[in-house]
């Protein structure tokens, strides 16, 4: 369910291969991505994480 849920609050996301770690570790670690009442803030920070400059190049 979690993954339909960010999915369904910030549309598809694609992320650089060099944030690929940093991905995962968000997105498995961390209580934002793991309790339900914190998906919200889970789905904010992978788009910031997507945006950033890092992820952005190309």
């Known amino acids: ?3 339909k849920f960010i999915i369904h609050l ?3 996301l694609s992320f650089d291969p060099k944030c ?3 991905f995962h ?3 498995y670690n ?8 914190y998906f919200k ?3 904010r920070l992978l ?3 997507a945006k ?3 992820c952005m190049e190309r």
């Open 41 to 43: 803030r889970c789905a």
């Open 20 to 22: 690929r770690k940093q």
């Open 47 to 49: 788009t910031q994480l």
């Open 30 to 37: 961390t209580r934002d991505c793991m309790v339900p009442a």
């Open 1 to 3: 369910h979690k993954e």
């Open 25 to 27: 570790r968000l997105y």
């Open 10 to 12: 910030t549309g598809p």
């Open 52 to 54: 950033s400059p890092r």
